[in-house]
């Protein structure tokens, strides 16, 4: 209305007043009837001649909370950051003259969930009260039923031989059925919402049909709410994949990419689940194991590659539900509940369990099977982003004096950390105590850490083995493939298929009791031969091959590479040179002529080693360091 006059405006605004006001009384109800007055207010204040300009109090509303004394700039800012704000100015305070300025609760929309006192309106002339309604706020209206879209839907795996789980929120106090047809069926449970507006249904334990299952979830005495359906569901073995980049990393992406993805159309009873990606469960197909981002969305490789190694070696029996919650460039801490923080008093890492509440929390009432890890990388370096301090002053574990990372403090960190995260997932987790968990040893890499002989990874290869400790945990090692040609940078191997064989292989062991070797030849001992001979025989827990690296960096010649070493009481490590031993189970390290009396051995202790010994069954033996004439486990 450009260029009417001030009565003209004056007029038309009272006259827009009535409309909105008989429009208010028969339609609004009271909550948008305390926001509608807080808006007549204010177009009553322009009717009577303020302006917007040079306005020392203002205050903003309908959508954020009211603040009084803003000057106009700072309201229309604000105003105009809020889609649903209105924004109300004064010239002064004369218009509410005989009313006085309000206080107590904030006059904003939404606010009506929030019931004021007597005292709120002790301060308001009895004008302003009907903006501040004291009478208690009339319940919600019923709630429909709802479960998380995305950890339960149709498609999806329930765990066999256990109590599966059902969740979501209602009503309070409702009574919910769930009803269970099909091949798993019949079954009917009845449930009460909770107080607190939850509800869970753990279903009778079943075993593994093959036949899809359909399951319904409705209120029983409320038809106002169309019931959640769930079809095709299988019962068989879940598992729960988690970690950084190289669990991200998507089957598209790995050597023979094509051919793998195509593959999956072949597997319809292993079903897909991606939580960080919020894609909900589907039927493995090349279609769905490809996200729209090569290699970084969806479906993790390592996961699916573990379940149709495993799905196969079951005989294509058992449907299996893989579940894949992971970040790339992700640290432990992030993954890691409050509680198992506590448990290595990191007080000063920043960004702990910012993953655990997103992620992994919200799917605690699922029953797994068991866990695979394949994280690490993050936690090489301690990146300063994750352990700031100021140099020489109350310095988190993992940097020096200085400021500068500390391989060292960075590993022990770990070694602490990892299994404390094991045991608190497994204490968390639904039905998940001594639930197996498989991880993945890191392959080798140099990007962002350093050249080959550097032992910042190594000395995190190391960290993670301590969690072998724990009952139930197997590890796959990766540290025999490495990829310098990686287009993802060499810290992203692309072949992955050997992690995924690895881990089924420890998942057929310890999940399926199956007789079967998942590791390479195990470091028992290492003892010196004959006195200042330099030579040392290091025997092994299972029979032991040496063997011509098969991919890798080698920088020096294979008889003397850098990869076995032995050192003297100066505990300079120097190179040696391996043969067979008496026994198959043994090998004779030569430090000869530079270590006479050797003290110390290692073996792959470096961030991109090449590994040279094999146990029979194909499995590489992993990193280790060892006093000679002790016995190591």
Not at 106 to 127: H, L, V, Y
Not at 149 to 178: C, D, F, H, K, Y
Not at 383 to 400: H, Y
Not at 564 to 569: A, E, R
Request: with cysteine; hydrophobic share 40%; proline share 8%.
């Amino acid at each position: 209305h450009f260029g009417e006059s001030k009565l003209a405006r004056r007029l038309r605004c009272r006259t827009d007043l009535l409309r909105i006001l008989e429009y208010s009384l028969v339609w609004m109800d009271k909550c948008e009837m305390r926001s509608l007055l807080v808006l007549l207010i204010g177009l009553a204040a322009t009717v009577r001649g303020a302006e917007w300009t040079e306005t020392p109090n203002a205050f903003c509303g309908l959508g954020i909370p009211v603040e009084w004394g803003l000057s106009f700039e700072q309201c229309l800012a604000r105003c105009n950051a809020n889609a649903s704000c209105t924004m109300f100015a004064f010239t002064n305070w004369t218009m509410w003259g005989q009313f006085g300025k309000p206080s107590g609760c904030s006059i904003q929309s939404g606010d009506c969930a929030k019931p004021c006192t007597e005292a709120d309106c002790a301060n308001w002339d009895q004008f302003f009260c009907p903006l501040r309604d004291c009478s208690p706020i009339p319940p919600p209206d019923p709630t429909p039923l709802a479960v998380d879209p995305i950890a339960i839907g149709s498609n999806m795996v329930l765990q066999r031989g256990e109590p599966a789980r059902l969740w979501g929120t209602g009503l309070p106090n409702a009574a919910v059925v769930v009803d269970v047809s099909g091949a798993a069926g019949p079954e009917t449970q009845k449930v009460m919402v909770g107080a607190d507006g939850s509800w869970f249904v753990d279903l009778e334990p079943r075993d593994a049909p093959s036949l899809p299952s359909n399951i319904s979830i409705a209120y029983a005495d409320n038809a106002n709410f169309a019931p959640i359906l769930l079809t095709n569901v299988v019962f068989g073995d879940v598992y729960l994949c988690g970690g950084q980049s190289n669990m991200v990393f998507t089957l598209g992406g790995v050597f023979n990419g094509t051919e793998e993805v195509d593959s999956a159309d072949n597997y319809p009873l292993i079903r897909l689940m991606t939580y960080t990606e919020q894609v909900a469960w589907a039927v493995a197909s090349r279609k769905t194991v490809q996200g729209p981002n090569v290699p970084f969305t969806y479906f993790s490789a390592v996961c699916f590659l573990f379940g149709r190694d495993l799905f196969d070696a079951l005989n294509g029996t058992v449907p299996i539900g893989l579940v894949s919650s992971n970040v790339g460039g992700t640290s432990i801490e992030r993954w890691s509940g409050p509680d198992a923080i506590a448990q290595c008093n990191q007080t000063g890492v920043v960004l702990q369990s910012t993953l655990w509440t997103p992620y992994i929390s919200p799917l605690l009432p699922m029953v797994f099977t068991g866990f695979l890890w394949y994280q690490g990388e993050s936690n090489v370096a301690c990146n300063k982003k994750n352990f700031p301090c100021t140099a020489g002053v109350n310095c988190a574990i993992g940097l020096d004096q200085n400021g500068n990372a500390d391989p060292v403090a960075c590993a022990d960190f770990y070694a602490c950390q990892f299994p404390a995260m094991i045991a608190d997932w497994r204490a968390k987790f639904n039905r998940g105590a001594d639930k197996p968990f498989l991880f993945v040893q890191l392959a080798p890499y140099t990007e962002g850490v350093g050249e080959p002989f550097d032992v910042s990874t190594a000395l995190l290869r190391e960290a993670q083995t301590v969690a072998l400790s724990l009952p139930r945990v197997g590890m796959a090692s990766a540290v025999d493939y490495g990829d310098t040609g990686s287009p993802y940078g060499n810290i992203h191997p692309r072949c992955k298929q050997p992690v995924g064989a690895r881990l089924a292989l420890a998942a057929r062991a310890l999940v399926y009791n199956q007789s079967i070797a998942f590791s390479g030849p195990k470091f028992v001992s290492a003892t010196t031969v004959g006195a200042n001979s330099g030579q040392v025989e290091v025997t092994f827990d299972q029979a032991v091959f040496i063997r011509e690296p098969l991919n890798g960096l080698c920088p020096v010649a294979f008889d003397s590479c850098a990869w076995m070493t032995l050192s003297g009481s100066d505990n300079l490590p120097f190179n040696a040179t391996v043969a067979a031993g008496p026994q198959a189970n043994s090998i004779i390290v030569s430090g000869q002529p530079l270590v006479a009396s050797p003290t110390g051995i290692t073996y792959l202790f470096g961030d991109w080693p090449v590994p040279f010994l094999y146990g029979a069954n194909g499995l590489p033996v992993t990193p280790f360091r060892a006093s000679v004439s002790t016995l190591t486990q």
